[in-house]
């Protein structure tokens, strides 16, 4: 192998040397080195999803549990990846017309809209820029902006799925002694992210149901108004109906033709249908008492009308790459509180198969099963992957005794309508095994508050008797390892007999 190189550095007589030294220098060492420290310096300002860390920590200080849906906005625009995008004088007249256009979205009171108006432009003009780019997008008003403007609304709109994930995630990090996160804050950022990924206003939220139907192609303000006049007036019911009876419903009520009407057919028949099976317990027990390890374990099946498990949302307004996810959260809505929280993908099925081979294995070492046992769940789980469930699985501190009635949550970041949520009611005991935190620490082991039963203390004694006893001519000793050689209740009731014979 050779290499071309200049004549006058393959002569070492003369200042040649020095020239050759330089660039070895230069290329070689210098180089590399600035580039390393480049690249160090930029990359300690993000995170790993390529989220500045300045942004994280606003998004923490300005996470509030009551943080209503309305309210998300106001957070979400507070990112310092929103504060540097540029603010030109060119675009003052621009933006002051698209403010006017867009007025009736923001979150304004309409009693006192001078002084709304007023103290909305008092805000950080970056700020300022970024929600009336975002409201441009939900509102369709992108067609009128200036070049510029476009391509700043397109810097935004890159930014904000990234943004939102980790939005939902500060909303999840534990902020009680109790390790939960909030409900409230979670919805609301969901909810922003499906109207920016389909483009829908955030108005069409405030009515029940109606929101879905904008992100069907075709779709507008008068067609909404017409079919929900008529029989349909929820979107579950739209999905429910026919191919024929729909067919019907478009084409006299909505004046759609037969090409618009496939279009349609083709959305709904990729739109999600998700079902959601969850149950709680504590391992190796048939009962949760309060202070246990509980473990969840939720299936996630996804059914399509096309028949794909993973597929990309029909997003035609969004103009980057998106894929679906989806949040699967175990919560109670009465406490504002998530216990349980894990993101779901059905784009990758090799992932989510050795993910859930993984959890299953783990779970029936801790059950003590066979590994033939072991093996047939490991091949069920696979089997359900393989036919578009997911497996989500986690851990959490039980609660005090009592009887809570949880909600297991599955909310979509692409999709609008195909939420779904499942009812779970968990009853906690008070706390009768020993190792426990609230107990007491007597002479004879650990007891409960509240107590043990008899049969329990008996339990108690001889457990410690055959453990810890040294004292073999102790004539008092020798009675209790009498008793203990008799009949023993277990944990679960059954009765045992020993002998002392060896």
């Known amino acids: 192998m050779g290499i071309a190189l200049p004549r006058f550095l393959l002569n070492i007589d003369g200042a040649s040397g020095g020239v050759l030294l330089i660039w070895i220098v230069g290329v070689c060492i210098l180089l590399p080195l600035v580039a390393a420290v480049v690249y160090l310096s930029r990359s300690s300002k993000y995170t790993g999803n390529y989220v500045k860390n300045d942004t994280l920590g606003a998004y923490f200080h300005l996470m509030k549990p009551s943080l209503a849906p309305s309210k998300v906005m106001e957070v979400f625009i507070k990112a310092a990846e929103f504060v540097e995008i540029p603010v030109r004088r060119s675009d003052d007249?621009?933006?002051?017309?698209?403010?006017?256009?867009?007025?009736?979205?923001?979150?304004?009171?309409?009693?006192?809209?001078?002084?709304?108006?007023?103290?909305?432009?008092?805000?950080?003009?970056?700020?300022?820029?970024?929600?009336?780019?975002?409201?441009?997008?939900?509102?369709?008003?992108?067609?009128?902006?200036?070049?510029?403007?476009?391509?700043?609304?397109?810097?935004?709109?890159?930014?904000?799925?990234?943004?939102?994930?980790?939005?939902?995630?500060?909303?999840?990090?534990?902020?009680?002694?109790?390790?939960?996160?909030?409900?409230?804050?979670?919805?609301?950022?969901?909810?922003?992210?499906?109207?920016?990924?389909?483009?829908?206003?955030?108005?069409?939220?405030?009515?029940?149901?109606?929101?879905?139907?904008?992100?069907?192609?075709?779709?507008?303000d008068d067609i909404v108004k017409k079919i929900?006049?008529?029989?349909?007036?929820?979107?579950?019911?739209?999905?429910?109906?026919?191919?024929?009876?729909?067919?019907?419903?478009?084409?006299q009520v909505a004046n759609f033709s037969a090409s618009e009407v496939e279009d349609v057919e083709n959305v709904l028949k990729l739109i999600p249908s998700l079902t959601v099976e969850v149950t709680c317990g504590t391992e190796g027990e048939e009962a949760i008492q309060e202070g246990d390890i509980v473990t969840v374990q939720t299936w996630v099946t996804l059914k399509r009308a096309n028949g794909l498990i993973g597929a990309l949302p029909h997003a035609p307004n969004y103009p980057f790459h998106k894929e679906e996810n989806f949040w699967c959260l175990l919560a109670d809505s009465n406490s504002n509180s998530v216990w349980f929280s894990q993101k779901i993908s059905f784009m990758d099925e090799a992932a989510a198969v050795t993910a859930a081979s993984t959890a299953i294995e783990e779970r029936m070492e801790v059950l003590g099963a066979s590994p033939k046992e072991t093996s047939s769940a490991i091949r069920e789980a696979v089997e359900k992957v393989k036919n578009g469930c997911r497996l989500a699985m986690g851990k959490f501190l039980a609660p005090a005794e009592g009887n809570y009635n949880l909600t297991c949550y599955l909310l979509c970041d692409s999709w609008i309508g195909c939420d779904r949520k499942s009812s779970l009611k968990l009853k906690v005991l008070k706390r009768t095994r020993a190792g426990i935190r609230d107990g007491q620490m007597t002479d004879g082991g650990l007891i409960p508050e509240g107590g043990i039963d008899e049969e329990e203390e008996i339990e108690e004694e001889e457990d410690i008797e055959s453990e810890y006893s040294e004292d073999e001519e102790d004539a008092q000793d020798t009675n209790k390892k009498g008793r203990a050689n008799g009949r023993v209740h277990d944990k679960s009731g059954s009765e045992s007999s020993g002998s002392d014979e060896e």
């Open 93 to 220: 007249e621009p933006l002051q017309k698209l403010f006017m256009a867009v007025r009736s979205e923001l979150n304004l009171d309409l009693k006192n809209i001078k002084k709304e108006q007023a103290k909305f432009w008092k805000q950080h003009p970056a700020l300022v820029k970024t929600e009336l780019l975002i409201q441009a997008h939900l509102t369709h008003e992108t067609a009128n902006l200036s070049p510029d403007l476009e391509r700043d609304c397109m810097r935004v709109l890159e930014f904000a799925p990234r943004l939102l994930e980790e939005l939902v995630k500060m909303a999840l990090i534990p902020r009680s002694n109790k390790g939960q996160g909030w409900l409230r804050p979670v919805i609301g950022v969901i909810e922003l992210s499906q109207s920016i990924v389909q483009a829908v206003p955030l108005s069409t939220r405030k009515s029940e149901g109606i929101a879905p139907f904008f992100q069907l192609p075709h779709f507008n």
């Open 228 to 251: 929900t006049r008529k029989k349909v007036s929820t979107f579950q019911e739209l999905q429910e109906m026919t191919i024929e009876e729909r067919a019907v419903l478009f084409s």
